[in-house]
């Protein structure tokens, strides 16, 4: 019959590798619950941008650019109350969505994939408004600045994604 002491020392082993396991088992799981919550913040945002109202929004933005750029004025969306509250979805939907990047609550590598010349051609679009609004608020978009800016590196000056004008519908 063993001794005590050896069926003790065993059932400290036993003890210790289920132990490990345990932790091993939380670590996966925690790891494959934060790429979950990646992936289904990822389709919310898909969504958020997909949206109509985004889109029209950014639209509106991209419309009023060429507009002030033609009449060669600083680029500000303040000539009307609609203009600045499009602008405004647009910087915003954008500051929020980058948060959620930095933060490691959407994939960057993925985002960039299918957002990456959008982020860059609106900040494009957005740059003088939003240094406009920072002289009020030092901080304001500093998130989408910080993406914008990992995401210039991923183009050259060759294929830098610049604002762009839809060719409009005749009448």
């Known amino acids: ?16 590798i289920a132990l490990l396991a345990g932790i091993a088992f939380n670590l996966i799981n ?22 109509s109202e985004i889109r029209d929004a950014r639209k509106t933005v991209y419309d009023e650019y060429f507009k002030l750029k033609k009449e060669n004025k600083p680029i500000i ?22 948060v959620l990047i930095n933060e490691k609550l959407v994939d960057e590598k993925l985002f960039f994939r299918i957002y990456g010349g959008i982020v860059v051609r609106s900040w494009n679009a957005l740059e003088q408004d939003i240094m406009n ?6 901080v304001y978009c500093e998130d989408y600045k910080k993406l914008k800016e990992k995401f210039e590196k991923h183009y050259t000056a060759e294929n830098m994604p610049k604002p762009y004008q839809r060719e409009l519908e005749s009448s």
């Open 1 to 16: 019959m063993p001794e005590s002491t050896e069926i003790q020392f065993y059932g400290l082993i036993v003890a210790v």
């Open 30 to 51: 925690r790891y494959y619950q934060r790429k979950q919550l990646q992936l289904n913040t990822l389709f919310k945002v898909i969504e958020l941008f997909s949206s």
């Open 133 to 138: 609004d920072r002289k009020k608020n030092p």
């Open 77 to 98: 969306f303040n000539r009307s109350a609609f203009i600045q509250q499009q602008a405004d979805k647009v910087k915003k939907s954008f500051e929020q969505v980058a």
